[in-house]
Structures are given as C-alpha cells and as structure tokens.
C-alpha cells in the first residue's frame, strides 16, 4: 500500500518569501510523485511530477521539488513566494504512474501582503 | 484549461435520488478517473477505466457505479444518496499526449444532496 504525508495543514509565508511544502511518502515500489494545485472552486492543476528521472524537478509557476529516496520525501519549494500562490497544494503517489492516485490531506498555503 | 470536460458543474438534489456525472477525457487519452473530494475524507480514488473496460476499483460504494463509452467518455452513477455523498467529484484522463504517467484533471461536479 502506498501512503503520503503532508506536514502542516495550512502554512502561511510572507510574499516574497521562501515556500517550502513537505510530503513525505511510503511505497513498496519505486514511486511515481506528484504535487497538483487546487484554486478555489477550480479543479486541480500539475505543478510538476517526478518518475524516476532527475531528482530535482522544476514545475509550472516558479516550483520546484526534490526527490530524495534516503528521506522517502519529496518536498515543494519555491523561491520567492507571490500572492497568486495562495491555494491549496497536495502531494501524490502512484505506483506505475498509469493507476491511482493516492493523495495527501492537502495544505493551504496562505501568502501574507 | 487541462482539456477534461465534466458536466453539470453543480448538482443539487434529495436524499435517496440517482443522478449522472458526466466526463469527457482530452482528445486521445483512453484511461479515465474518478474522484471523490469531501471536507472529511480529502481526496479518495473511486474507479478507473481503461479504453471500456474497468481497470481499478478504490472506495466506491455499490450505491456507485461507471462506465466508459466507446467515444471513451465516461459517466459516473450515484443512486440512493445520502447527505453524505455530498462532495466534489473528479474525473482526470491519462493517455499518450500528455504521458501515461500523468492524470489531468477537470473542473469538477459540486454535489449537493438535501
């Protein structure tokens, strides 16, 4: 069974700032990885994903992620946060990339003027 | 705009009626998903179809069902509901244009049951 973990339900950062989100996962297999973005009232939108390639990957929108196996994370971050990043951000995980997803519990990123 | 279609974009009904949500994947994908997103159980994978056939089954009810048409769009059954189905239904595709390997999502049906 494959699982993932996000810590902080909801962070807040000032604009400008750095924008770390964590997420860590747990699978049996090599893991597919995935951070989608939620707007309100909108459907969810690939930041970027990580499938066995490099371990540094860059998304849409200035983010990026690190796979890192020895930590079994794969945590979003961005430079310099704007305040069009405000949404909610989940982390996911699939085991040969063509199945299901298994989703974190999400965390709303709120981004302070 | 990720290219997936979902209809009625809102939906609301009573306690014990069936209603249809509708899915169109992007243009060549063959596989189709849905999800279910509620305030108490975040977001739950329930069905996966591949090219008509059922692939995958997650935490759907059997008050639920789907299919997949031979056009490869996809409709989602709910029958007996409760106030608990009330929810945010996903439907994502996956196909060669845009990498097996990654779903895209549409905009969502926000189901509403009184």
């Known amino acids: 069974a494959q699982s993932v973990t996000q810590l902080g339900s909801h962070v807040s950062v000032s604009e400008g700032a750095l924008v770390l989100l964590r997420c860590n996962y747990s699978?049996?297999?090599?893991?597919?990885l995935f951070w989608y973005v939620q707007y309100p009232n909108q459907g969810l939108q690939l930041l970027l994903k990580y499938t066995s390639a490099a371990t540094l990957v860059k998304g849409i929108n200035g983010f990026e992620a690190e796979f890192k196996k020895s930590e079994t994370s794969f945590h979003l971050t961005k430079p310099s946060a704007h305040m069009s990043d405000a949404a909610e951000y989940f982390c996911?995980?699939?085991?040969?990339?063509?199945?299901?997803?298994?989703f974190g519990t999400g965390t709303r990123l709120t981004i302070i003027p | 705009d990720s290219g997936v279609t979902q209809t009625p974009k809102h939906l609301i009904t009573a306690t014990g009626q069936r209603v249809t949500l509708r899915c169109s994947p992007r243009s060549g994908d063959l596989s189709v998903y849905w999800y279910q997103q509620s305030l108490d159980q975040g977001l739950q994978f329930l069905i996966q179809y591949y090219n008509g056939e059922e692939r995958a089954k997650g935490n759907i009810l059997e008050r639920f069902s789907a299919q997949q048409f031979p056009d490869l769009h996809s409709e989602l059954n709910l029958s007996s509901l409760e106030l608990g189905d009330s929810a945010l239904y996903f439907c994502?595709?996956?196909?060669?244009?845009?990498?097996?390997?990654?779903?895209?999502f549409g905009p969502g049906t926000r189901l509403t049951v009184l």
């Open positions: 699978s049996s297999v090599p893991p597919y």
């Open positions: 994502a595709s996956s196909g060669l244009a845009g990498g097996t390997d990654t779903q895209y």
């Open positions: 996911a995980v699939s085991s040969f990339g063509n199945e299901k997803l298994t």
